[in-house]
């Protein structure tokens, strides 16, 4: 056995790195501060809990979540399993039942001989072999101890997240089971509103009264997480145009195209409970029931979760971490998930296996695994390791960071999943050295 290996944070991205290092022969000792401290975005002692949506996006191939899902599939992702057996209903996405997800994590984590998890707050960065994994809500000593390594205040953003509600509240005689284009299986639920219901919402929305947040101003919110109320500032038809977009959710009791649809996606297996999707929001919680019960189908809505937000920080990576998400000059320290400008639950669990992989072979004496840049894992490594810049924002995986091809492929589907097959076949070339040490 190899280590002891220090991970702090037990989030998607430190899960993942501490499983990842066990797997291949390393003692790990897993620093996690919950349940005995809370961040304002947590509310179960469980690991890799999903704070947002319970969405890890699409599952096809011709879109980049899919291809990094089926890359991380393939190299044997703690996450990706857990995601796979907890799955619910979502059309072409892959979402899960959160609860079910995170205690399916948490299971495998603490029945790992080789992992030793280590309640309370980690106050300083450790010594020796290190993975920072400590998440965009990382703050008191420990932010401080990450300031004085690099020298200058991390940037940050605000992230918000969307009510849930009780489907038993839900008016189902003005709503209606669809997917957009009748494409899969019937599984948002779809509220419609006409012209006048909508544009009464939407002027409410922009007055309605939000929660204080300390220095929250619009332009500080990351784009894909953005407050259903910042985007009715922006316009009129915005919200028409985003998450309430009516386009292929044709009403089946009118045959007639609503002006705009609130969808409802589950957000557990009893599909008891449904998250309002795209519904990121920081208002009052009076004023979330009072606004969103504008929406016929919500008029009497219960909400398990109001919607929240919060402030965010991450590193300026470029200039600061190498290609494996090291510290450059500190080569044993690495750091994992959103805190190095990755955005997304499966960004985070992607730096958190490269970083758990590699730290295993640096540990071993084996040099590191540099992932191609025709990767969607390669592809992310780069991103947070370019050249410095005057501007560096938090990034989904998306198509435009992955190498392009060398050869043109008509029809952007076609390209896509041309990309993708690339990916997959690079992917699997590596597959003895991914799969190497492991015990």
Same mark, same amino acid.
């Given at each position: 056995?190899?280590?002891?290996?220090?991970?702090?944070?037990?989030?998607?991205?430190?899960?993942?790195?501490?499983?990842?290092?066990?797997? =291949?022969?390393?003692? @790990?000792?897993? /620093?996690?501060?919950?349940?005995?401290?809370?961040?304002?975005?947590?509310? +179960?002692?469980?690991?890799?809990?999903?704070?947002?949506?319970?969405?890890?996006?699409?599952?096809?191939?011709?879109?980049?979540?899919?291809?990094?899902?089926?890359?991380? &599939?393939? /190299?044997? +992702?703690?996450?990706?399993?857990?995601?796979?057996?907890?799955?619910?209903?979502? !059309?072409?996405?892959?979402? @899960?039942?959160?609860?079910?997800?995170?205690?399916?994590?948490?299971?495998?984590?603490?029945?790992?001989?080789?992992?030793?998890?280590?309640?309370?707050?980690?106050?300083?960065?450790?010594?020796?072999?290190?993975?920072?994994?400590?998440?965009?809500?990382?703050?008191?000593?420990?932010?401080?101890?990450?300031?004085?390594?690099? *020298?200058?205040?991390?940037?940050?953003?605000?992230?918000?997240?969307?009510?849930?509600?009780?489907?038993?509240?839900?008016?189902?005689?003005?709503?209606?089971?669809?997917?957009?284009?009748?494409?899969?299986?019937?599984?948002?639920?779809?509220?419609?509103?006409?012209?006048?219901?909508?544009?009464?919402? @939407?002027?409410?929305?922009?007055?309605?009264?939000?929660?204080?947040?300390?220095?929250?101003?619009?332009?500080?919110?990351?784009? !894909? /997480?953005?407050?259903?109320?910042?985007?009715?500032?922006?316009?009129?038809?915005?919200?028409?145009?985003?998450?309430?977009?009516?386009?292929?959710?044709?009403?089946?009791?009118?045959?007639?195209?609503?002006?705009?649809?609130?969808?409802? &996606?589950?957000?557990?297996?009893?599909?008891?409970?449904?998250?309002?999707?795209?519904?990121?929001?920081?208002?009052?919680?009076?004023?979330?029931?009072?606004?969103?019960?504008?929406?016929?189908?919500?008029?009497?809505?219960?909400?398990?979760?109001?919607?929240?937000?919060?402030?965010?920080?991450?590193?300026?990576?470029?200039? =600061?971490?190498?290609?494996?998400?090291?510290?450059?000059?500190?080569?044993?320290?690495?750091?994992? !998930?959103?805190?190095?400008?990755?955005?997304?639950?499966?960004?985070?669990?992607?730096?958190?296996?490269?970083?758990?992989?590699?730290?295993?072979?640096?540990?071993?004496?084996?040099?590191?695994?540099?992932?191609?840049?025709?990767?969607?894992?390669?592809?992310?490594?780069?991103?947070?390791?370019?050249?410095?810049?005057?501007?560096?924002?938090?990034?989904?995986?998306?198509?435009?960071?992955?190498?392009?091809?060398?050869?043109?492929?008509? *029809?952007?589907?076609?390209?896509?999943?041309?990309?993708?097959?690339?990916?997959?076949?690079?992917?699997?070339?590596?597959?003895?050295?991914?799969?190497?040490?492991?015990?």
């Amino acid at each position: 056995m190899s280590g002891p290996v220090t991970v702090v944070g037990a989030g998607l991205a430190g899960s993942e790195a501490a499983w990842q290092l066990a797997l =291949r022969g390393v003692a @790990v000792t897993l /620093c996690e501060m919950k349940p005995a401290q809370q961040t304002p975005a947590h509310h +179960s002692a469980d690991f890799a809990e999903l704070v947002c949506s319970n969405s890890l996006r699409g599952a096809a191939l011709s879109t980049a979540p899919g291809l990094l899902k089926e890359e991380l &599939r393939r /190299c044997g +992702s703690l996450i990706m399993e857990a995601a796979d057996a907890t799955a619910v209903p979502a !059309g072409g996405a892959l979402a @899960v039942d959160r609860e079910a997800f995170s205690a399916y994590v948490t299971r495998k984590i603490r029945s790992h001989p080789r992992i030793t998890v280590k309640p309370g707050r980690v106050d300083e960065i450790p010594g020796g072999y290190c993975i920072i994994a400590t998440g965009p809500l990382t703050e008191g000593p420990l932010a401080e101890s990450i300031d004085a390594l690099f *020298g200058g205040e991390p940037l940050h953003f605000y992230d918000a997240a969307a009510p849930i509600v009780s489907f038993e509240s839900i008016d189902m005689d003005k709503a209606y089971f669809a997917s957009r284009y009748d494409k899969g299986t019937a599984d948002y639920i779809n509220c419609p509103m006409n012209k006048e219901e909508y544009l009464a919402f @939407v002027e409410q929305l922009r007055t309605a009264q939000e929660a204080p947040v300390h220095g929250f101003e619009d332009k500080a919110v990351f784009e !894909g /997480c953005m407050p259903v109320e910042v985007m009715a500032r922006r316009g009129e038809d915005t919200l028409r145009f985003g998450p309430m977009k009516p386009v292929g959710l044709k009403d089946p009791r009118t045959g007639e195209r609503p002006y705009a649809v609130v969808q409802l &996606r589950a957000d557990n297996a009893e599909k008891t409970a449904f998250n309002i999707v795209g519904f990121q929001t920081h208002l009052m919680y009076p004023e979330q029931k009072r606004v969103f019960g504008m929406i016929p189908a919500l008029k009497n809505a219960e909400y398990y979760r109001y919607g929240t937000m919060h402030r965010n920080s991450f590193l300026r990576s470029p200039g =600061r971490l190498d290609g494996f998400y090291r510290v450059i000059g500190r080569e044993e320290l690495y750091f994992a !998930g959103q805190i190095t400008g990755v955005e997304g639950y499966i960004e985070s669990t992607a730096s958190g296996l490269c970083c758990g992989l590699n730290l295993a072979r640096q540990v071993k004496g084996q040099p590191l695994l540099d992932f191609p840049a025709e990767t969607a894992l390669g592809a992310l490594m780069r991103h947070v390791s370019r050249e410095p810049e005057s501007r560096f924002d938090p990034m989904n995986i998306n198509f435009g960071i992955i190498k392009p091809l060398d050869t043109r492929v008509r *029809g952007k589907r076609e390209r896509y999943t041309a990309v993708a097959q690339r990916s997959l076949t690079l992917l699997d070339g590596l597959r003895e050295q991914i799969r190497e040490g492991i015990e």
